[in-house]
């Protein structure tokens, strides 16, 4: 049986709901109609009270800021005086969320929450961190196994990709199993027919980083090809089931082939830590471009046109990439022409939905809060066109601006800001952006997704109607 979180919802009124999830989501409470329990008539409630975050058998809440606060045990968690403003009342609590257990009870008002964790009969043999080699059987539970690296090594890879790369390229055969030797499920050509040897490349720098790992330059040493490897380190233990999930759903999306998409030659898991093998972009990516400044209307049009002809092919077969940001737009040069390209598609979605990103909501992983819509805090399994939209019309705004369509501040909650925060239109932030370009990047940021472009396919026939214009 796998692990499940169970939220045994009962009131005063002798209304009760049962929720139970096995897989990576969220559960949010309030007074609104687009809360998972909505609670109209009960006055302690804030419109968006608390959100749960359920990864199983871990389960996380956090309280938004609510007027009356949140109490897990009897314990008062978060809340506000009734002088205070939501944003005072966070700078003094920063951001307060905790950790549940088995037999947890949540009270807001009159409704309660019982948490029930659910966990498989049989506990496995000791687990041991791939890095330090200590037991970690209490850090993950008793009854789950798998591979694993401790949050000890898990943070000093985090604050150091040199650190996440020598992990990777360790040589632990005796600590591990090969999957498949690493189970590498992406063979496209780079390295032949045979598994890429990395004791053949060179690694020549660190290209970028972020929460969920780094990604490298690397040359192979006999014929002085590049490519970019890309390291991914999973925040849970992963047995050989999920392991297999992610890399089968990854391939899957890489089979998808467009000349504005990143190439991907090879994917596997070694030493505890995901890797995918891709094409090399030699110019960098959007936010790398602009140096802290911003991107010129023409420039962006033409790398946004082309991100927009492979987003409507990805959506025309099915397929999100839900993490679109500057950093995912990269640029490489191809015959003196500049190419714009889409990197990670599916990794991030598939990474974060598989439960390998960890508590990713309430986690604090903000690099991603700014081109996040409403609709995926709301509901975390939501992947449709329209999520992509939001994020390229946030990015197109960003690149333009230096800011966000929703204002972000250290002593706001993040979470807060996106449900809660106005969109400011992109020209009271800089009333100098073409009025064209301006009504579509407001409407593709639109609040409500039935408001937006619903497809790439619209957006793109938009933008070509105002290129023409400028041409």
């Given at each position: 049986?796998?692990?499940?979180?169970?939220?045994?919802?009962?009131?005063?009124?002798?209304?009760?709901?049962?929720?139970a999830y096995?897989?990576?989501?969220?559960?949010?409470v309030g007074r609104l109609d687009d809360c998972n329990v909505c609670i109209e008539d009960d006055d302690y409630l804030s419109r968006h009270h608390f959100i749960l975050e359920v990864n199983p058998p871990h389960a996380r809440l956090q309280d938004l800021g609510s007027l009356n606060g949140t109490y897990v045990n009897g314990r008062k968690v978060g809340g506000r005086d009734v002088d205070e403003t939501p944003e005072e009342a966070l700078t003094r609590h920063k951001y307060p969320w905790v950790d549940l257990k088995n037999g947890d009870v949540i009270e807001t008002g009159d409704t309660h929450f019982t948490i029930i964790i659910q966990t498989p009969d049989q506990a496995t043999g000791p687990v041991r961190c791939q890095k330090c080699g200590r037991v970690v059987t209490t850090e993950i539970g008793a009854f789950r196994g798998g591979t694993y690296i401790c949050e000890s090594c898990q943070k000093t890879a985090e604050a150091s990709p040199f650190d996440l790369l020598q992990q990777f390229l360790a040589d632990k055969s005796s600590m591990h199993k090969s999957v498949d030797e690493a189970k590498r499920v992406s063979q496209t050509g780079f390295s032949g027919e045979e598994p890429i040897n990395f004791n053949d490349?060179?690694?020549?720098?660190?290209?970028?980083a972020g929460v969920f790992g780094a990604t490298y330059l690397i040359s192979h040493r006999p014929t002085g090809k590049h490519a970019a490897l890309k390291l991914m380190l999973p925040k849970i233990s992963v047995d050989d089931a999920v392991q297999e999930r992610f890399l089968t759903e990854t391939t899957e999306v890489h089979q998808l082939k467009h000349h504005n998409f990143l190439e991907f030659?090879?994917?596997g898991c070694k030493n505890?830590?995901?890797?995918?093998?891709?094409e090399y972009c030699n110019v960098g990516n959007l936010e790398y471009l602009r140096r802290g400044g911003k991107v010129q209307p023409k420039f962006l049009i033409l790398s946004?046109?082309?991100?927009?002809e492979a987003l409507t092919y990805a959506h025309n077969e099915g397929h999100v990439h839900r993490n679109l940001k500057p950093q995912n737009i990269l640029l490489n040069t191809l015959n003196n022409n500049l190419i714009t390209k889409i990197s990670d598609f599916g990794l991030s979605k598939s990474f974060i939905s598989n439960g390998l990103s960890g508590m990713t909501v309430t986690g604090m992983t903000a690099g991603s809060y700014p081109y996040t819509p409403r609709e995926q805090v709301l509901d975390f399994k939501y992947a449709r066109p329209q999520t992509d939209i939001w994020a390229l019309g946030a990015t197109m705004y960003n690149l333009l601006t230096g800011e966000f369509p929703r204002n972000f501040s250290y002593s706001k909650d993040p979470l807060d800001v996106i449900l809660n925060g106005e969109i400011i239109p992109v020209r009271a932030r800089d009333p100098d952006i073409p009025t064209d370009i301006a009504e579509i990047i407001d409407h593709a940021v639109q609040n409500d997704p039935a408001?937006?472009?619903q497809?790439?396919?619209e957006m793109l026939s938009a933008l070509k109607r105002v290129w023409k214009r400028q041409k």
């Open positions: 049986m796998n692990a499940k979180v169970i939220i045994d919802v009962s009131g005063v009124k002798g209304k009760k709901r049962v929720f096995e897989d990576h989501d969220t559960f949010m490349y060179d690694v020549i720098k660190t290209l970028g030659y090879e994917s505890g830590i995901f890797y995918f093998v891709m946004t046109l082309q991100v927009l408001n937006r472009y497809h790439a396919g």
